[in-house]
């Protein structure tokens, strides 16, 4: 997971009774603060929010790896116990 920065304003710029939506993203924040500039309501700075940028679906869910688990596992086991299992003798 890397972090990258978000800049998000205010689809209403008049009244800010709109809905906040992104309109760039950064790979530093100190970019993404110089972007923000008078960017929101009324000529107000626009926030700046740190955002999760994930390798893939299973990352971002947090899901284990259960192959790579399995592989710790199996490795604790002794020769017996593996082919007791099924998993011959590795």
């Given amino acids: 997971m890397r972090v990258i920065y978000g800049v998000f304003n205010n689809s209403d710029l008049t009244e800010g009774r709109g809905y906040i939506k992104p309109i760039a993203y950064f790979t530093t924040r100190e970019s ?5 500039l ?9 926030a700046v929010r740190p955002v999760p940028l994930y ?3 299973t990352e971002a869910r947090g899901e284990p790896d259960l192959d790579a688990a399995f592989k710790k596992i199996a490795a604790k086991l002794t020769k017996g116990e593996r082919v ?6 590795e």
């Fill in 32 to 36: 993404a603060k110089a972007h923000a």
């Fill in 38 to 46: 008078k960017r929101d309501v009324q000529g107000t700075n626009a």
């Fill in 55 to 57: 390798e893939d679906a």
């Fill in 84 to 89: 007791l299992m099924g998993l011959g003798d």
